[in-house]
């Protein structure tokens, strides 16, 4: 089985736009540990939680704001959870010590310079990336991508894949908008030069695609709401 590591963008914003008439949800698994009490201990404010899937295996999502910046609450995150802060990287995902089940925390850079948030995973059982599945079928698969990581909201109708794409981040912002324009999406956010993250809709839908340079190619992050 390969670990889970991927670096994503900020999606904090977009995730409470997608989920903000949600109804409070809490779901009780077996897990031991208390993931949500150390990401509470370093300034964490719970905005979201609820019931998922993700690589097909039941879980729990809790989404965290914080109000500083991304570096600053993974370290501290790290540190609390007994990893090597050192290792942090803006973005990472970030695998959780055995006690704490089977657990990963995203930390994001927020959508403003001087926030952060956090998506903590608690899973039923452990994950597997060869699981992972594009889990959009009225969007192509962009060419070169390989999904790590998807997860699956049905109460909220949220999707979310993460993947690796081959090419550079700006080229694979261009791929995934191409991608989503000739399936009938418009972009709804303003173009730029350097474009990480854009949003996109399709009738009721909306779609957002984050994007980050990895040493090689680059990571993928795509998020679709349906009303």
Request: hydrophobic share 45%; net charge neutral.
């Amino acid at each position: 089985m390969k670990t889970l590591r991927t670096p994503v963008v900020g999606i904090l914003s977009v995730l409470l736009l997608f989920c903000a008439v949600q109804t409070w949800a809490d779901v009780f698994l077996k897990i031991s540990g208390n993931s949500s009490a150390v990401i509470e201990s370093v300034g964490g404010s719970r905005v979201y939680g609820g019931p998922v899937k993700v690589n097909g295996v039941e879980a729990k999502i809790e989404v965290y704001a914080f109000k500083e910046l991304s570096e600053t609450v993974g370290r501290s995150l790290l540190k609390r959870f007994g990893l090597d802060a050192g290792r942090m990287r803006e973005g990472a995902l970030v695998k959780l010590p055995p006690k704490f089940g089977h657990a990963w925390v995203f930390i994001l850079p927020g959508m403003t310079g001087d926030a952060s948030s956090a998506i903590l995973i608690e899973a039923e059982s452990a994950l597997s990336v060869e699981s992972a599945q594009w889990i959009f079928p009225d969007i192509p698969p962009p060419p070169g991508f390989t999904p790590e990581f998807s997860v699956s909201d049905a109460k909220s109708r949220m999707d979310l894949c993460i993947g690796a794409s081959e090419t550079q981040a700006g080229v694979s912002m261009q791929v995934m908008a191409g991608v989503l324009t000739r399936a009938g999406w418009t972009l709804a956010t303003p173009a730029g030069k350097n474009l990480s993250s854009a949003l996109f809709a399709n009738g009721n839908d909306v779609a957002t695609v984050s994007v980050i340079p990895r040493e090689t190619g680059s990571s993928v992050l795509v998020m679709k709401s349906s009303k």
